[in-house]
């Protein structure tokens, strides 16, 4: 079992709807939780934190955190074509933080 | 102003050649990180230092060695290069609080290609 699982893509959605991107982690002792977009020939970036259980709202973004089911969600409203990219869920223990495979979103105009 | 930079941007080399990879951030963090991104873009983990101090080094060969002369700067020195060692390099920086972690800035990337 891989420490942190994302659900396969790629993922497609109209523009304006919701993107939703899952993740699940295999430490229970896992503290911090990240997502990351990093669009094609570039370098991730940080767009979400999360670190106790339940919502976390930013913008169009809003991070779930469930570590009883060890499971992350990131949802995107209003997805515009500019939210194009592959999303990374990280998650981080003992200082050392891993990640997953990416789920690549596409928003249609 | 940028946050991590990382030079080159761009390597090239044949295999067996021995090459560096520099990183400087100038955001104050005190730990930095070194990633591997392979051509299915899963990032993994090689180095970290804290402080300039070794804490995470994971099942890299040791053909790869980093250097921290200060919190600001990690370096990477890769000898005898070979073709899977061919791939995107990450250097990262955070600050940390205890177990705690405020999340990582990426530099841009090193794409490293051995011919």
């Known amino acids: 079992q891989k420490e942190v699982e994302q659900n396969s893509g790629p993922l497609s959605v109209p523009e304006g709807a919701i993107a939703s991107l899952n993740c699940t982690y295999s430490?229970?002792?896992?503290?911090?939780f990240f997502w990351y977009r990093q669009y094609s020939g570039k370098s991730p970036e940080l767009i979400m934190s999360?670190?106790?259980?339940g919502d976390k709202e930013d913008g169009r973004f809003t991070a779930q955190l469930n570590k009883a089911s060890q499971y992350v969600s990131l949802l995107i409203r209003d997805s515009q074509p500019s939210d194009s990219a592959t999303y990374l869920c990280?998650?981080?223990?003992?200082?050392?933080?891993?990640f997953g495979d990416g789920t690549t979103l596409t928003v249609k105009p | 102003d940028t946050a991590v930079s990382q030079t080159p941007k761009y390597l090239v080399t044949q295999m067996g050649n021995d090459k560096s990879i520099k990183c400087e951030q100038n955001?104050?963090?005190?730990?930095m990180y070194w990633y591997k991104q392979d051509s299915k873009k899963f990032l993994k983990i090689m180095f970290s230092?804290?402080?300039?101090?070794?804490?995470i080094n994971e099942t890299v060969p040791n053909r790869f060695s980093p250097k921290s002369p200060d919190k600001a700067h990690l370096n990477l020195h890769i000898n005898s290069l070979e073709l899977g060692d061919s791939a995107v390099y990450f250097c990262?920086?955070?600050?940390?609080?205890?177990?705690?972690?405020?999340?990582?800035?990426f530099g841009s990337g090193t794409r490293l290609t051995v011919v």
């Open positions: 999360i670190y106790s259980n």
């Open positions: 955001l104050g963090h005190d730990t």
């Open positions: 430490d229970r002792g896992s503290q911090s």
């Open positions: 230092y804290n402080n300039k101090e070794l804490i």
């Open positions: 990262a920086s955070s600050q940390s609080r205890g177990l705690a972690n405020y999340g990582y800035t």
């Open positions: 990280a998650v981080i223990n003992a200082g050392k933080s891993t």
